[in-house]
């Protein structure tokens, strides 16, 4: 029984590592088409350094996600102390809007946001692709914040607010460095949900601003590319570098998992 | 004191008139559309109609969407099937491994999803590393064509979505009381009572949770089937993506949105059922102890 649980657990782990594994081992595999191995060297990274088309789009995808984790973190923040502190009319809708954001489908959000832009005359780009990641960011940054301000010590803002403190002096001298690492989680949240997502960008993107995931997808369905391999791997590496640490994924799936 | 209103006014006003603004007149518009039919000069054009649900329910559109929904129930099960054990056998081991063995799970998952979908392709091609193996160790004696088939959709729909099904079940299982296992065992239960009457009702919300996360997106992932699937295999999100990109029939594409936020709302109030049904049952299960 005991090692038949470990070959399980062993499969579980080859078929989730394998892909990845095989991604990093042939991009610096000397061969084109071959899938044997012919040696090492550093090929494609170098044809990847003068692909002017992808490097672009990478440029383009880090503007944008940090740009609209910034302000989505910026506009989360305000909003979810807003929902904890004050009682006003339509609080009630406004949670359960976000609720419905969070559960939606990305392509219900790519299909009504290209509606309301070409509605409302917004020129499919930069501007449209902002809009939309901080908006289907924004319910993931509130419900990460306002669950670290459930777990907050109510006392605090209480003896601040005796000592005559105002609102605006509260929220940027108690509650942000209170929340700072839900901040930064909600920050890396918001980067990974951005860089990530290809449904709704594929819908409110316009030629004018090209990014890496819809590059990628286009430049698979023209064909496989072993120049792809070595883009995937300095991906892979990067957000290790960057996501390692704090572990942000693992953070929103509990969240969402104890939201359901 | 007036420095306090403006805080509260600035903040309340931000998000009301971003989430009005951005999300629900954009959902209300998609709702507005789906009634009106489509114009050749114009988005869409009056009298307000039920012509686009009606071309839903035509037997070509069932067709597709009956499809797309058995291919959704059918990654959902494998995710369920292969998620439940695993959750289960993490949840037994030790508490010193279980966060690193969790994270080692997770970290394949913070490179795109496009590029683990690349990665796949690049697996089962025809030539890839898959066939090349399995022909020199001789398993196989011709090259499987798993590419391109309903079998690569389903391979890359259950690598991208499992880790969804098993966090909500392994938080589950990892709050349950394991006295409850052993009493049951001390009582003489074997490993079907205890799974079905013990297990099954306490893990169950888990479950539930795992199987939203999964069979939702499933059927909105538009680019795996695109990628992976031959002509065969679309979604529901394929057929959205083509009614409003490549035919620019926006009314259609916004009622087939429609049917599928009323298939979302069916299966959270499903949910919400067997919640608070299943508590009243897990609640029994424990009273008994």
């Avoid at chain 1, 605090?156 to 690492?181: C, N, V």
């Amino acid at each position: 029984m005991r090692s038949l649980k470990l070959t399980y657990m062993i499969l579980i782990y080859l078929f989730l590592y394998l892909p990845v594994v095989v991604l990093i081992v042939f991009s610096f595999n000397d061969s084109q088409y071959s899938s044997l191995w012919h040696g090492f060297s550093w090929t494609w990274y170098q044809q990847l350094w003068q692909d002017t088309i992808l490097l672009n789009a990478a440029k383009n995808t880090i503007i944008l996600g940090v740009t609209a984790s910034s302000l989505a973190t910026l506009i989360g923040t305000l909003s979810a102390a807003a929902l904890f502190y004050f009682h006003f009319k339509g609080k009630k809708l406004l949670q359960g809007l976000l609720l419905v954001m969070i559960l939606s489908p990305d392509i219900i959000w790519g299909t009504s946001l290209l509606l309301f832009f070409s509605l409302t005359h917004v020129p499919l780009g930069f501007t449209s692709l902002v809009i939309a990641h901080i908006t289907f960011c924004l319910p993931f940054v509130i419900v990460t914040l306002y669950s670290r301000l459930i777990d907050t010590d109510k006392h605090i803002i209480e003896a601040a607010k005796d000592l005559g403190a105002s609102d605006a002096q509260l929220f940027l001298r108690i509650l942000i460095p209170l929340l700072k690492p839900a901040l930064i989680a909600s920050w890396l949240i918001s980067f990974t949900l951005s860089a990530d997502d290809i449904v709704i960008s594929f819908f409110v993107s316009g030629p004018s601003f090209q990014i890496l995931p819809l590059a990628i997808y286009s430049s698979i369905r023209a064909g496989v590319t072993p120049e792809l391999n070595a883009l995937c791997t300095l991906m892979f590496a990067l957000t290790l570098v960057i996501v390692l640490p704090a572990a942000a994924l693992l953070r929103k799936r509990s969240v969402l998992g104890e939201l359901l | 004191m007036r420095n306090d209103r403006f805080f509260k006014l600035f903040s309340i006003s931000l998000l009301s008139l971003w989430l009005v603004i951005f999300a629900l007149i954009p959902l209300l518009s998609t709702l507005g559309l789906s009634f009106l039919s489509v114009d050749d000069n114009h988005f869409f054009k009056w009298p307000l109609t039920l012509a686009n649900y009606g071309q839903v329910l035509d037997p070509l559109f069932l067709h597709i969407i009956s499809r797309s929904l058995y291919m959704s129930i059918f990654t959902t099960l494998i995710c369920l099937l292969l998620a439940y054990p695993f959750a289960y056998i993490l949840a037994q081991l030790p508490a010193g491994v279980k966060p690193f063995l969790l994270c080692l799970m997770i970290i394949p998952f913070w490179t795109s999803s496009i590029i683990r979908i690349y990665a796949i392709m690049a697996l089962i091609k025809t030539r890839g590393i898959l066939n090349t193996v399995l022909l020199h160790v001789g398993i196989i004696h011709q090259p499987l064509h798993l590419l391109f088939t309903q079998y690569a959709v389903f391979i890359g729909l259950v690598y991208n979505l499992l880790p969804y099904m098993i966090l909500p079940i392994y938080t589950n299982i990892d709050k349950l009381d394991k006295r409850l296992i052993d009493a049951a065992r001390d009582l003489g239960a074997n490993r079907l009572t205890i799974f079905l009457k013990i297990l099954l009702p306490i893990t169950l919300p888990g479950i539930l949770a795992g199987v939203i996360l999964v069979f939702l997106p499933t059927m909105t992932l538009f680019f795996i089937p695109d990628l992976l699937g031959g002509a065969q295999s679309m979604l529901l999100g394929n057929l959205i993506n083509v009614q409003m990109l490549t035919l620019r029939n926006w009314p259609l594409g916004c009622a087939t949105s429609m049917v599928l936020t009323c298939l979302m709302f069916v299966f959270l109030g499903l949910q919400h059922y067997i919640q608070q049904h299943s508590s009243s049952t897990g609640k029994q299960a424990a009273g008994q102890r």
